[in-house]
């Protein structure tokens, strides 16, 4: 099969044929549907000389972390889940310490290799994933719902922490319409009555928060809004500037959650923000708030705006994705 490779550090991957996997046990081989192009990716390619030491990365490695697909072979000791059946892939926690038993498998200490990240991607015709780490997905097209797993669930994750904050008459902003604005974006509408106000620098960005329902849009450099005007701020870039800039926009007992992993610093002291703020970032989400998004989005709340790929059109991309020339998530459809 064919398969997008990593196979020296600081290197594009490229795409090899290798054997179709076979799955061990406790582990399933899926169909790859769709597997949506990330932002980590680049980094992973272009910047990292070795692995972070809890992922375990060994190359060669099939990249690719935001997988849907349908069951097709079970592992050994694996039930619950039927050949054919339509999937997406999350992150597997241990399953056994105080992070796991309380639902935060996004934040267990001992997670280890991902799908993706460590384990061979879906950026392939097949991928095999631990059977813990699949959600099942009813009426949507698997392709469609892969983003979900990470641009829709890093998202959604965000709005979940702020969502107590945000009642009727209450403002919320979301810096960066991306991959993850967009959604964000959906999901505050979906769950909350705040107003919605989207910042981004590029007009067609702006033009896709309208369309999906941002009650106000806004150029990043025109004025901010008044100072300390709203409950919360989802900052998707997360660069020293962005934060900054919510740092002024937040009220007092606000809550600003940076997403995003971009540039620079913020220099958190006393009068940084109002009192009571709060400043906290986030990684991923919870199988279960998936759960509730994947239920979201069949119910029509929400809905991904995807650019289909081919697999042999993988390298260009990732191009265009650093290029920021992708409205909303791209998605790679191996066959
Ligand atoms: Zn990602
Ligand atoms: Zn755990």
Not at 265 to 277: R, V
Request: charged share 20%; aromatic share 6%.
């Amino acid at each position: 099969m064919k398969a997008y490779r990593m196979l020296q550090w600081k290197q594009p991957a490229e795409l090899v044929d290798i054997p179709v996997p076979e799955p061990g046990s406790g582990m399933v081989r899926l169909k790859v549907a769709g597997n949506g192009i990330c932002a980590s990716d680049l980094h992973l390619m272009h910047e990292w000389t070795e692995s972070p030491s809890h992922l375990k990365i060994e190359l060669p490695m099939t990249i690719g972390h935001e997988v849907g697909g349908w069951v097709d072979k079970l592992g050994a000791g694996v039930s619950g889940f039927e050949p054919g059946q339509p999937v997406v892939v999350t992150l597997a926690g241990c399953g056994h310490c105080r992070y796991c038993a309380q639902g935060w498998n996004n934040y267990c200490l001992n997670k280890g290799k991902q799908v993706g990240m460590g384990l061979d991607g879906g950026l392939a015709e097949y991928v095999v994933a631990p059977a813990g780490a699949l959600v099942p997905v009813s009426s949507m097209d698997p392709a469609e719902a892969a983003p979900l797993t990470d641009a829709g669930l890093s998202s959604y994750h965000a709005v979940k922490r702020v969502a107590s904050l945000l009642a009727g008459g209450t403002t919320v902003a979301v810096i960066g319409v991306g991959g993850l604005g967009h959604l964000a974006i959906q999901e505050l509408k979906a769950i909350t009555p705040a107003r919605v106000i989207a910042y981004d620098l590029n007009e067609r960005s702006l033009e896709l928060a309208r369309e999906v329902g941002a009650d106000v849009c806004l150029k990043s450099e025109e004025p901010l809004m008044e100072p300390m005007s709203v409950e919360a701020v989802l900052d998707f870039v997360g660069a020293g500037a962005t934060i900054a800039q919510a740092s002024k926009m937040i009220r007092p007992l606000g809550h600003i959650v940076v997403v995003g992993r971009g540039p620079g610093a913020f220099e958190f002291k006393h009068n940084a923000m109002p009192y009571g703020a709060i400043l906290s970032t986030t990684f991923g989400g919870s199988k279960l708030e998936l759960m509730e998004l994947i239920g979201l989005a069949e119910s029509g709340y929400i809905k991904p705006h995807i650019t289909r790929f081919s697999l042999d059109d993988v390298g260009k991309a990732y191009e265009m994705l650093e290029k920021g020339e992708i409205q909303g998530r791209g998605v790679i459809i191996p066959s």
